[in-house]
């Protein structure tokens, strides 16, 4: 039996390493090679977060991350902290998860994370507004 070389790609899956390292390759150049997914593919969200419920995202399946901006409701007491987050599937509460303030911008990275995301509001009787953008990568 001839001498044979082992096959590094053993499922065959060489463009979707090299699709993985191009990836690398740009967050390492602070290039995202992110896109963002249009609003006719449900790419954009705006949801309404106040101390009633907890709420999560309604994420497209080809999101990857996202930009989300929150917008505090006008007449909460105080701005710098007006909703909280857990990016771990479980509930926030209102003393428990980390907190978001008005004008504030979160982003983040992995369809895991962005399906386990919760978001409560602080303050009771206030509406605050998250504005959400989902990216899908640039890879195909």
């Known amino acids: 039996m001839a001498n044979q070389k082992k096959n590094p ?3 065959n899956n060489f463009s979707i390493l ?3 390292v191009e990836e690398l ?3 390492s ?18 949801l309404v977060v106040d101390h009633s ?3 999560n ?5 080809n999101a990857v991350s996202a930009t989300i901006m929150v917008e505090a409701d006008d007449s909460s007491t105080s701005k710098g902290r007006v909703i909280r987050y857990k990016k771990n599937g479980t509930d926030p509460t209102d003393s428990s998860g ?10 983040p ?4 994370n962005l399906d386990n995301l919760r978001f409560i509001g602080i303050e009771d009787g206030k509406s605050h507004s998250l504005r959400i953008q989902y990216y899908k990568t640039a890879q195909a």
């Open 53 to 55: 419920e907890v709420k």
């Open 9 to 11: 790609y053993p499922h």
């Open 57 to 61: 995202l309604t994420v497209p399946d």
């Open 18 to 20: 090299m699709d993985y």
């Open 29 to 46: 150049a602070n290039e995202r090679g992110l896109i963002p997914i249009s609003e006719e593919d449900d790419g954009y969200q705006d």
């Open 25 to 27: 390759v740009l967050l």
């Open 98 to 107: 980390f907190g978001l303030g008005d004008n504030d911008i979160y982003e």
């Open 109 to 112: 990275a992995g369809k895991a």
